[in-house]
């Protein structure tokens, strides 16, 4: 079944440590995108990629970096993670057929303390 | 500048009562345009979306919505709302050139018995 996974779902931890949320789709999509949240807001996007070795820093800015190494991971990482981190995490992605139409993975709830 | 504007924060419906979500869009050219649902602690789920043509557009769900290029809308409606719809709502609108997505504020629907 084609989808598109998160893990971990929730993580909360300290100040300074690194950290690397995981993003794989199985669709075979091209396009994949991470948006950031905050509880009852929009999503603001942060990064995005159209390919392997392509990507680009969204709308909002972040601290964090992408790789895109395979066509169906995207991990996002955090160096050195803050309090000012903590947000929900959505990865997405699209593929050429549908264009803009994006699909979902459930999401990570970070929380650093 | 595209942007989405979903005048509505939250809204209280009675269940099997009729519901309608409102987006505005402003955007330079014919858009695409999307509502996605999100269900508390999950990832979002497409709803429905306008590419192009007839203007009144059906979703999964029982949803669906009317794009009206005059006032730059694009509005959700629901016949009778069921109390698995409380959720969270939003409107988005495609860019045709990068794909990229912008996100309205969300709508908070909550269903009373």
């Known amino acids: 079944e084609a989808d598109i996974y998160q893990t971990p779902r929730y993580l909360v931890i300290g100040t300074g440590k690194k950290i690397t949320l995981e993003c794989s789709q199985t669709?075979?999509?091209?396009?994949m995108y991470w948006y950031q949240q905050d509880p009852g807001m929009e999503l603001h996007l942060i990064h995005y990629?159209?390919?392997?070795?392509?990507?680009e820093k969204g709308d909002l800015s972040s601290e964090s970096t992408v790789s895109r190494i395979r066509t169906e991971h995207f991990p996002l990482t955090l160096e050195s993670a803050r309090p000012s981190h903590t947000s929900q995490y959505l990865c997405a992605s699209s593929g050429p057929a549908g264009f803009g139409e994006q699909f979902f993975g459930p999401g990570t709830r970070l929380t650093v303390l | 500048a595209q942007s989405v504007t979903q005048p509505d924060i939250h809204i209280t419906v009675s269940e099997g009562a009729s519901l309608e979500l409102r987006c505005n869009y402003s955007?330079?050219?014919?858009?695409?345009l999307f509502w996605y649902v999100q269900s508390p602690g999950q990832g979002l789920q497409l709803l429905l979306k306008y590419f192009s043509g007839d203007t009144l557009v059906q979703g999964i769900k029982g949803f669906e919505a009317e794009f009206k290029r005059s006032q730059s809308s694009f509005n959700l409606r629901k016949p009778s709302v069921h109390w698995s719809d409380a959720a969270e709502y939003f409107c988005a609108v495609g860019a045709r050139d990068t794909g990229k997505l912008i996100f309205g504020q969300g709508t908070t629907l909550q269903v009373k018995p």
């Open positions: 990629s159209y390919g392997v070795n392509s990507t």
């Open positions: 955007y330079g050219a014919t858009p695409y």
């Open positions: 669709m075979g999509h091209d396009k």
